[in-house]
């Protein structure tokens, strides 16, 4: 059983700079979420796929942010001219569509902003 | 006020004994509750979730819901060091436009079980 995979691990960025994650989710799960967590908090919502539809998408996430799940498999996620306030770990998170949706996360993205 | 909230601690218990981790919801159309456990370093780990009023247990681990305290809990009985982890609450919650699929996390409770 092939779990949450997050690619890469680790990013070292300057300001201003773009970068992509990617994640694929558990194969037979059809929605896919996007979280980031800062140090000393929670995860927090950025926004989630049901197949290649994007649901929802939390009234926090700038415009610079943007995710894409084209086939309904895997997904990106790009931040566009990064700033040192985007430092955090970006976690990756699948389920069912069957209630209660439990989520399982990948070992998430741990961006650095110089 | 926060929709999630949680002790941040650091709780610390001696081996062999009950960890009580709480936490408290705000929003009464919250559905479904979940509990993780998340080591320094790693992504969160989904041990159990509950939904109905009372308790549900699953090995070590008993899960507590009083929906009309607004309150849940998780128990973690003969308490090991590999316990040691942050654990977090999550809910789900129904309306305010959201398509029950976002999860609401506390900031966690930093649990400590010394040898």
């Known amino acids: 059983d092939t779990g949450v995979s997050q690619d890469p691990r680790h990013k070292i960025t300057k300001r201003g700079q773009n970068v992509t994650f990617r994640c694929d989710p558990i194969?037979?799960?059809?929605?896919l979420y996007w979280y980031r967590q800062t140090l000393g908090q929670g995860p927090e919502f950025l926004t989630y796929?049901?197949?290649?539809?994007?649901?929802?998408k939390s009234r926090l996430l700038s415009d610079r942010f943007s995710a894409e799940r084209p086939k309904g498999s895997f997904s990106t996620l790009e931040i566009q001219r990064t700033e040192q306030g985007d430092s955090a770990m970006y976690l990756c998170?699948?389920?069912?569509?069957?209630?209660?949706?439990?989520?399982?996360f990948g070992p998430g993205t741990r961006l650095t902003v110089l | 006020q926060k929709e999630v909230e949680q002790n941040s601690g650091p709780l610390s218990v001696p081996e062999g004994a009950i960890a009580s981790l709480n936490c408290t919801y705000s929003?009464?159309?919250?559905?479904?509750f979940f509990w993780y456990r998340q080591y320094s370093g790693k992504s969160p780990e989904l041990i159990m979730f509950i939904y109905s009023n009372g308790d549900k247990e699953d090995g070590r681990f008993t899960a507590q819901l009083n929906k009309a305290s607004q309150y849940v809990s998780l128990l973690i009985r003969d308490s090991q060091p590999s316990d040691s982890a942050t654990y977090l609450c999550a809910v789900n919650i129904v309306g305010r436009g959201s398509t029950l699929g976002r999860l609401y996390f506390g900031r966690g409770t930093q649990l400590t079980v010394w040898p």
């Open positions: 929003d009464r159309g919250s559905q479904s």
């Open positions: 796929f049901q197949n290649e539809a994007q649901l929802e």
């Open positions: 998170a699948s389920s069912r569509v069957v209630w209660p949706n439990e989520q399982f």
């Open positions: 194969s037979e799960h059809n929605r």
